[in-house]
Nanobody
Framework: QVQLVESGGGLVQPGGSLRLSCAAS????????MSWYRQAPGKEREQVARITSTGGITTYPDSVKGRFTISRDNILNTVYLQMSSLKPDDTAVYYCKAQYMFREYWGQGTQVTVSS
């Protein structure tokens, strides 16, 4: 019923750019705060971006601030993560999360590898 499907991952060289997409279905997307998380091997999941339901407020940790941009299209029910100036340390599986009240949904993840 509920689906969050990430896409757009792949192999990119350091300094390159990549745009991830997360297509949502099965719930009222416009009500949900959307976030992107990443998890590198042996590491905890780290939130790298968050956007409010209307898209009015975005939040980033220092590790990606100025390089990553989250956006959403509440008509297309899609949240995006534009990643620029990518570093090898950005290598991880990237997940999108939808949150509204007690409800929380996760996507399956998409691999991003930053390497020469």
């Amino acid at each position: 019923q509920v689906q969050l499907v990430e896409s757009g991952g792949g192999l990119v060289q350091p300094g390159g750019s990549l745009r991830l997409s997360c297509a949502a279905s099965g719930f009222t997307f416009s009500n949900y705060v959307m976030s992107w998380y990443r998890q590198a091997p042996g590491k905890e999941r780290e939130q790298v971006a968050r956007i409010t339901s209307t898209g009015g407020i975005t939040t980033y940790p220092d590790s990606v601030k100025g390089r990553f941009t989250i956006s959403r299209d509440n008509i297309l029910n899609t949240v995006y993560l534009q990643m620029s100036s990518l570093k090898p340390d950005d290598t991880a599986v990237y997940y999108c999360k939808a949150q509204y009240m007690f409800r929380e949904y996760w996507g399956q993840g998409t691999q991003v590898t930053v390497s020469s």
